[in-house]
């Protein structure tokens, strides 16, 4: 069968494609119209579909609009209690309407659609079905945690054959995500956007608080829980156009510790429902790496996996492999996250001829940017297809040497961001042992935080946080032969098979997708080669 995902109720609108059960392409709206989370996350905007990321789906496949099977939407409008906390009350009329209108929206959108065949997905079902059902594990019990769904904020349960069972969930107002979502505006961040901020924040501080969000923040004990409402000022006065201080910090680290405590208590009270050795996670609250990684560590399970792309653009994928399961499809595991666009080098060779740049054609990319970085250089590393999902996992990379402290402001600067931002290891599979402790290995997606050993933390300053702690990506060579030979190169020079990865992107800006967006991202801030598949481009 083949069965298209929608995401576009929230934020960072997406399109999944699956065909006989196996996943084909997956791209956030973003990434095409340039513009940060696709659209706000306001009912107003939900009318606004990933048009572009849908299309491209369907033109990797080869297929037209009136071929598919099926269309799965991520969201529910039945399901909506208006009497219910946590809304829009002024609003949520309007994304109700927008949502049932839904699939004529689409036939508009896709011209030849039926609109017959578009189908309503419940949309924490949908971010439950993202990990659980892409996961490599098979059965597994699933988490479900973010903002807010129709009416609820939470689930949790199993699932056994492809099939869900559902054994707790959590109406709104009474939400996990909602909570983190306002401490991110009261620092003077952008809410449903900047919550890892918060989370990079909290490492700065120490958890003085925690005592007072105990009672403000607790499991219930029969899956659910609660979250008070929060006086914030009465912590620390609300950030208007400066920076976070220490009370901030503060705060911010209480917060982010009674969020673990309490996910660690619906984790233990699932496990104990389903005896599941396997635990998936999806939903924004699943992008907290720090969570995870103490749920691997002091949880009851044996493997933690979490969808790589575990916000809203998660859930067209979700979306269309529930429906993939509900019609009787084996379902294939996902085998990575690059599952967007992608460039030949003759394609990528004439935008650099119409560009008018300089370029060579190296006879081994990898191992001229590893000399690059060696010389500690910035690169721009732009290789293979996207990512889908928040995270540049050496695909659409901005690399750096990682012996080098002055690197983390550096680089920071280079993509216009706060100083507190700590930067990411990207690590060979086979060494990530010797270097990072505590958290899970391998580990591809960049999910979870290691402690980095403490011989290793002076030679790889710029990706030790203050807290002495990294957020890894390990690289096998198996899965990705060029990046994985880059790292060799650049080991075989340093002693080091660790380089800094962050994604690449300026502030405010989506990450870049496109030969184009490379280009223009190179033009425009101080990066001293573009690794565009493989042609080199450097700063004259």
Same mark, same amino acid.
């Given at each position: 069968?083949?069965?298209?995902?929608?995401?576009?109720?929230?934020?960072?609108?997406?399109?999944?494609?699956?065909?006989?059960?196996?996943?084909?392409?997956?791209?956030?709206?973003?990434?095409?119209?340039?513009?940060?989370?696709?659209?706000?996350?306001? *009912?107003?905007?939900?009318?606004?579909?990933?048009?572009?990321?849908?299309?491209?789906?369907?033109?990797?496949?080869?297929?037209?609009?009136?071929?598919?099977?099926?269309?799965?939407?991520?969201?529910?409008?039945?399901?909506?209690?208006?009497?219910?906390?946590?809304?829009?009350?002024?609003?949520?009329?309007?994304?109700?309407?927008?949502?049932?209108?839904?699939?004529?929206?689409?036939?508009?959108?896709?011209?030849?659609?039926?609109?017959?065949?578009?189908?309503?997905?419940?949309?924490?079902?949908?971010?439950?079905?993202?990990?659980?059902?892409?996961?490599?594990?098979?059965?597994?019990?699933?988490?479900?945690?973010?903002?807010?769904?129709?009416?609820?904020? #939470?689930?949790?349960?199993?699932?056994?054959?492809?099939?869900?069972?559902?054994?707790?969930?959590?109406?709104?107002?009474?939400?996990?995500?909602?909570?983190?979502?306002?401490?991110?505006?009261?620092?003077?961040?952008?809410?449903?956007?900047?919550? #890892?901020?918060?989370?990079?924040?909290?490492?700065?501080?120490?958890?003085?608080?925690?005592?007072?969000?105990?009672?403000?923040?607790?499991?219930?004990?029969?899956?659910?829980?609660?979250?008070?409402?929060?006086?914030?000022?009465?912590?620390?006065?609300?950030?208007?156009?400066?920076?976070?201080?220490?009370?901030?910090?503060?705060?911010?680290?209480?917060?982010?510790?009674?969020?673990?405590?309490?996910?660690?208590?619906?984790?233990?009270?699932?496990?104990?429902?389903?005896?599941?050795?396997?635990?998936?996670?999806?939903?924004?609250?699943?992008?907290?790496?720090?969570?995870?990684?103490?749920?691997?560590?002091? %949880?009851? #399970?044996?493997?933690?996996?979490?969808?790589?792309?575990? %916000?809203?653009?998660?859930?067209?994928?979700?979306?269309?492999?529930?429906?993939?399961?509900?019609?009787?499809?084996?379902?294939?595991?996902?085998?990575?996250?690059?599952?967007?666009?992608?460039?030949?080098?003759?394609?990528?060779?004439?935008?650099?001829?119409?560009?008018?740049?300089?370029?060579?054609?190296?006879?081994?990319?990898?191992?001229?940017?590893?000399?690059?970085?060696?010389?500690?250089?910035?690169?721009?590393?732009?290789?293979?297809?996207?990512?889908?999902?928040?995270?540049?996992?050496? =695909?659409?990379?901005?690399?750096?040497?990682?012996?080098?402290?002055?690197?983390?402001?550096?680089?920071?600067?280079?993509?216009?961001?706060?100083?507190?931002?700590?930067?990411?290891?990207?690590?060979?599979?086979?060494?990530?042992?010797?270097?990072?402790?505590?958290?899970?290995?391998?580990?591809?997606?960049?999910?979870?935080?290691?402690?980095?050993?403490? =011989?290793?933390?002076?030679?790889? &300053?710029?990706?030790?946080?203050?807290? %002495?702690?990294?957020?890894?990506?390990?690289?096998? &060579?198996?899965?990705?032969?060029?990046?994985?030979?880059?790292?060799?190169?650049?080991?075989?020079?340093?002693?080091? *098979?660790?380089?800094?990865?962050?994604?690449?992107?300026?502030?405010?800006? &989506?990450?870049?997708?496109?030969?184009?967006?490379?280009?223009?991202?190179?033009?425009?801030?101080?990066?001293?080669?573009?690794?565009? %598949?493989?042609?080199?481009?450097?700063?004259?």
């Amino acid at each position: 069968m083949r069965i298209l995902g929608i995401n576009a109720i929230f934020h960072d609108p997406a399109a999944a494609l699956i065909v006989d059960g196996e996943i084909v392409a997956a791209a956030e709206e973003e990434r095409f119209t340039r513009r940060k989370h696709g659209k706000r996350p306001v *009912p107003f905007s939900s009318w606004e579909l990933p048009e572009q990321a849908a299309a491209w789906c369907l033109e990797r496949a080869g297929l037209r609009p009136e071929e598919l099977d099926a269309v799965g939407y991520s969201y529910d409008p039945r399901l909506v209690d208006h009497s219910l906390g946590g809304l829009d009350q002024k609003s949520e009329n309007t994304r109700t309407d927008y949502a049932f209108r839904a699939p004529a929206f689409l036939t508009a959108a896709l011209p030849g659609l039926d609109p017959s065949i578009v189908r309503f997905v419940r949309h924490h079902l949908a971010h439950a079905a993202s990990a659980a059902l892409a996961a490599p594990s098979g059965d597994s019990a699933v988490l479900v945690a973010d903002g807010r769904g129709e009416s609820q904020s #939470y689930l949790a349960g199993e699932y056994r054959d492809g099939k869900f069972v559902e054994l707790a969930a959590q109406q709104l107002p009474h939400s996990l995500g909602l909570m983190y979502e306002d401490l991110t505006e009261h620092l003077g961040f952008t809410r449903s956007s900047d919550e #890892y901020k918060v989370m990079a924040l909290a490492s700065y501080g120490t958890p003085r608080f925690l005592d007072r969000f105990r009672e403000l923040v607790y499991a219930t004990g029969d899956g659910g829980f609660r979250t008070e409402p929060v006086d914030w000022a009465g912590f620390a006065p609300a950030v208007v156009g400066g920076a976070p201080g220490p009370d901030h910090a503060d705060l911010a680290a209480s917060v982010q510790r009674r969020l673990e405590d309490v996910l660690l208590e619906l984790t233990s009270w699932l496990h104990r429902q389903t005896g599941q050795r396997n635990l998936t996670l999806a939903g924004g609250i699943a992008l907290n790496c720090v969570a995870n990684t103490r749920l691997h560590a002091e %949880g009851p #399970y044996d493997r933690v996996w979490v969808q790589p792309a575990s %916000g809203d653009a998660g859930t067209a994928l979700g979306a269309a492999l529930q429906l993939a399961a509900e019609f009787g499809e084996r379902v294939i595991p996902m085998r990575g996250a690059d599952l967007g666009r992608e460039w030949t080098d003759t394609e990528l060779e004439n935008v650099l001829r119409t560009a008018k740049v300089r370029y060579t054609k190296s006879a081994d990319i990898a191992a001229e940017v590893a000399e690059a970085l060696a010389e500690d250089q910035v690169v721009a590393w732009f290789q293979g297809r996207a990512e889908f999902g928040p995270r540049a996992l050496g =695909h659409r990379s901005l690399l750096a040497h990682p012996g080098r402290s002055a690197n983390l402001e550096r680089l920071n600067d280079v993509k216009g961001r706060e100083q507190f931002r700590p930067l990411a290891p990207m690590v060979l599979a086979d060494r990530a042992s010797e270097i990072f402790e505590r958290g899970p290995l391998p580990s591809p997606y960049m999910l979870f935080v290691h402690d980095v050993a403490p =011989h290793w933390r002076a030679r790889i &300053p710029a990706v030790t946080h203050v807290d %002495g702690t990294a957020r890894v990506q390990t690289v096998d &060579p198996a899965e990705d032969p060029v990046l994985a030979r880059m790292l060799s190169e650049f080991d075989r020079r340093t002693g080091l *098979p660790v380089v800094v990865n962050t994604s690449l992107n300026t502030a405010g800006r &989506p990450m870049v997708d496109s030969p184009r967006d490379a280009l223009e991202c190179f033009g425009s801030a101080p990066i001293d080669l573009l690794a565009l %598949g493989p042609f080199a481009v450097r700063r004259s």
